[in-house]
């Protein structure tokens, strides 16, 4: 019997390391979710890679991350949020985006915490 692969949300995408992880995402077969934010404008480079993931087998998620009820929405669809966004423009303002997506994560309950910084995977509960 073949295991139901795990529906995955990438926050930052577009991003240099979050392009990757969207790739290998689709490649192994995920259900892959990308956050579709609106404060990316008209930035065209993010709208095409966006499109191109889409057109991959994507689905694109538009949700903002300064509105909690639509981001823990969006969060409730997927099984893993994958946080890539970059932290080399402002880096007081990333931390508080992580923040809100943590607390989104925290809501829509479920939370499987997963670190590059364990050797082994855990499961663990955010209080």
Not at 19 to 47: C, M, N, Q, Y
Not at 71 to 79: E, T
Not at 111 to 118: Q, R, V, Y
């Amino acid at each position: 019997m073949a295991m139901e692969k795990s529906r995955v949300l990438i926050v930052g995408g577009t991003g240099y390391i979050g392009r990757r992880i969207v790739a290998a995402s689709l490649a192994a077969g995920h259900p892959t979710f990308v956050l579709l934010r609106p404060e990316i404008g008209l930035d065209i480079d993010k709208l095409q890679i966006l499109l191109a993931f889409k057109a991959q087998g994507a689905r694109l998620l538009e949700a903002s991350l300064d509105d909690h009820d639509g981001l823990v929405a969006a969060i409730r669809q997927v099984d893993v949020v994958v946080s890539a966004m970059s932290g080399a423009h402002i880096r007081s303002h990333n931390l508080m985006l992580q923040i809100k997506l943590v607390e989104a994560i925290k809501q829509a309950g479920n939370i499987k915490m997963k670190t590059l910084l364990l050797e082994h995977p855990t499961k663990t509960e955010i209080s």
